[in-house]
């Protein structure tokens, strides 16, 4: 089956940076996008940012600079790093892959990890 393993949440102070790794494993053929989505308590999940096969980025309005997302599409990878974290960025960091191709379904799946708890304290 295909997994996403997040690592690089923790507790970090305001201006300070964090970077997030997410692994896919399993045999997998093709993903078509991976990123990352947070979600704050009291609040909608809301996509952060992500990375197609093709390298092209999309953010969230609210990063405005100070995240960069990067991937490394041999090893199914995706890097997310925070820097200027403000204490606004609190909240579960989860990743998600989509339009994955695999061994294990036919056409395309969506998967998500568990996703990482960030807290950045004022």
């Known amino acids: 089956q295909v997994q996403l393993v997040e690592s690089g949440g923790g507790l970090v102070q305001a201006g300070g940076s964090l970077k997030l790794s997410c692994a896919a494993s399993?045999?997998?053929?093709?993903?078509?996008?991976m990123g990352w989505y947070r979600q704050a308590p009291g609040k909608q999940r809301e996509l952060v940012a992500d990375?197609?096969?093709?390298?092209?980025?999309n953010y969230g309005d609210f990063v405005k600079g100070r995240f960069t997302i990067s991937g490394d599409n041999a090893k199914n990878t995706v890097f997310l790093q925070m820097n200027s974290l403000k204490p606004e960025d609190t909240a579960v960091y989860s990743c998600?892959?989509?339009?994955?191709?695999?061994?294990?379904?036919?056409?395309?799946?969506?998967?998500w990890g568990q996703g990482t708890q960030v807290t950045v304290s004022s």
């Open positions: 998600a892959a989509r339009g994955v191709r695999s061994y294990y379904r036919a056409g395309l799946g969506d998967y």
């Open positions: 399993g045999t997998i053929f093709s993903i078509g996008t």
């Open positions: 990375i197609a096969s093709s390298g092209s980025t």
